[in-house]
């Protein structure tokens, strides 16, 4: 019989973390659920001591999701521990999850602490957070970089305190697969209570050098039983560990005896409504989940699949939930092939949202000849606009070549009608001036970013925006056929998000 290995999901809290790629509490919900079904053991649901979103989204989750653990996060403060108990007070399977550094720059610089300090702090967390929790995570928060020999007496002492996981994080990505791997097998070899099960170590690797999956891969071999990991591998700075590349590596390599809860059929419906809510695009060439992940351009790769699909195929589109004979949706579509495609992607929507939607498919499905799955996702986030204060009532640009770009703009701020127009270098230069003589506010853009057309001119064009301003940054997303149109609108969506 195979040994189990838990999959901890860190969507969203690691992953939320990325900036712009915040989610409101309806919309972690839905992305939970989804984690539900898809098979996560454990799902961390934020850190709630950190703000009241992050409280109120643990509390909501806690109530919608019924079978996975819900994890909240906290630091080695009975404070953290006590918002975290009260967050978690709906949740039919909970667990808190403190630790605190063990680095020497961890513990010098950050804490001006001695190391026997910091074991007493981890121990009083630990100890504090099992009055109110059977089920007890702790994390050494940049174990990478901490010498094994301090950091097994850290878990030891954190195992006889109650710890029913170690966390034992590449917090920076700094490691080798090799030196990580060795870590994990020093741990098992040198604190009691690993290799019986009293405790389960847990890995939580970041990519930072590209090694996050490697890295996890060699501490499962080294005898981890659990996995911190997110959708399509988003997380702080290059990201985390992705949870699809654990999943698709240990069903190819089935040799190594290891299995998880994981659904691989619902991997992709999972990719893209995280890509959808987060307005994070995913790159052509991910593993597992990218676009170009099955595609053979080689002229003897290509003679090689049709002939056996083996020949350079690992796995199959289906395993990962990718139909080749998906129905194709075009103007000529009705509700129920939509509603299908939606349902299939992970989208559930009541019959008022989906009549909305049917009639945004139509109007953009006379301008394509087909719609993509990101185009069906697009939409159907396109009612999370509707409450916004300011948007684009219409917008013409006059360019070309030898000519300077003139556009002329109308916003609805509140229900009330403006109007404005300017000339600039560029269609995209104009319009944003227009936008600005409007809008009267010292704003400064300072990141625009075109997505990749991935099948034809009539695609839609996402484009990504950092505003700053009031020293402040903004991040704003926008889809249309039209890329000037996407570009405003997202700068629109920074203005939304302005503090007011």
């Known amino acids: 019989m195979n040994e189990r290995l838990f999959i901890f999901d860190t969507t969203l809290r690691d992953g939320e973390q990325v900036p712009g790629c915040q989610l409101n509490t309806v919309e972690k919900i839905q992305v939970a659920k989804q984690l539900e079904a898809l098979g996560v053991d454990v799902i961390e649901a934020g850190f709630p001591v950190s703000s009241p979103g992050d409280f109120r ?3 909501e989750i806690s109530k919608a999701v019924t079978w996975p653990t819900i994890c909240a996060l906290t630091r080695a403060v009975q404070r953290d521990i006590d918002v975290a108990v009260e967050a978690l007070q709906y949740a039919k399977h909970k667990r808190i999850h403190t630790g605190i550094g063990t680095s020497e720059s ?3 610089y950050k804490f001006n602490a001695t190391r026997e300090e910091i074991i007493e702090r981890a121990v009083a967390a630990v100890k504090y957070a099992k009055r109110y929790c059977e089920d007890v995570e702790f ?30 994080p590449d917090t920076t990505g700094y490691c080798l697969p090799s030196e990580f791997g060795a870590k994990i097998k020093y741990l098992m070899e040198h604190v009691d209570g690993l290799s019986n099960g009293q405790c389960i170590l847990s890995t939580h690797c970041h990519n930072d050098l590209g090694m996050a999956t490697a890295n996890t891969m060699a501490g499962v071999l080294a005898g981890a039983r659990q996995v911190e990991v997110t959708i399509n591998g988003i997380g702080e700075r290059a990201g985390n560990t992705s949870l699809e590349e654990i999943a698709m590596i240990l069903k190819c390599h089935r040799g190594i005896g290891i299995d998880t809860n994981i659904n691989t059929q619902k991997i992709y419906s999972t990719s893209r409504l995280v890509s959808s809510l987060m307005n994070m695009p995913i790159q052509p060439n991910k593993a597992i989940v990218g676009r170009n992940a099955f595609a053979h351009s080689s002229g003897i ?10 020949t350079y195929e690992i796995m199959s589109p289906k395993d990962v939930g990718i139909d080749e004979n998906s129905i194709l949706l075009t103007a000529r579509s009705g509700r129920a092939a939509l509603k299908h495609r939606l ?10 949202v989906l009549d909305k939607t049917y009639e945004a498919f139509l109007h953009l499905a006379d301008q394509k000849k087909e719609i993509t799955d990101d185009d069906i996702l697009m939409l159907a ?20 070549m030898g000519v300077r770009s003139v556009a002329a703009i109308g ?20 319009a944003i001036k227009a936008l600005k003589v409007i809008i ?25 925006m950092q505003v700053e301003y009031d020293g402040h940054l903004y991040y704003g997303f926008g889809a249309n056929t039209d890329i000037v149109t996407a570009s405003v609108e997202a700068y629109i969506d920074c203005i939304n998000k302005f503090k007011k």
Do not use: W
């Open 106 to 108: 961890h513990i010098k």
């Open 57 to 59: 989204s643990v509390v």
């Open 343 to 352: 349902q299939v992607l992970g989208m559930d929507m009541t019959d008022e």
């Open 411 to 430: 916003l609805n701020i509140s229900g009330e009608k403006f109007e404005a127009s300017a000339s600039g270098n560029g269609p995209v230069d104009a």
């Open 301 to 310: 790769h290509q003679d090689g699949v049709l002939k056996n699909a083996q």
């Open 139 to 168: 994390y050494a928060e940049d174990a990478g970089r901490t010498d094994n020999e301090y950091l097994a007496r850290v878990i030891e002492a954190v195992v006889k305190a109650g710890a029913t996981v170690c966390n034992i």
């Open 440 to 464: 009267r506010r010292q704003m400064t853009l300072k990141e625009f970013t075109i997505q990749a057309i991935s099948k034809g001119s009539d695609d839609v064009g996402k484009v990504h």
């Open 381 to 400: 986030g396109a009612d999370r606009t509707a409450a916004h204060a300011i948007q684009l009532d219409y917008l013409q640009v006059t360019t070309g």
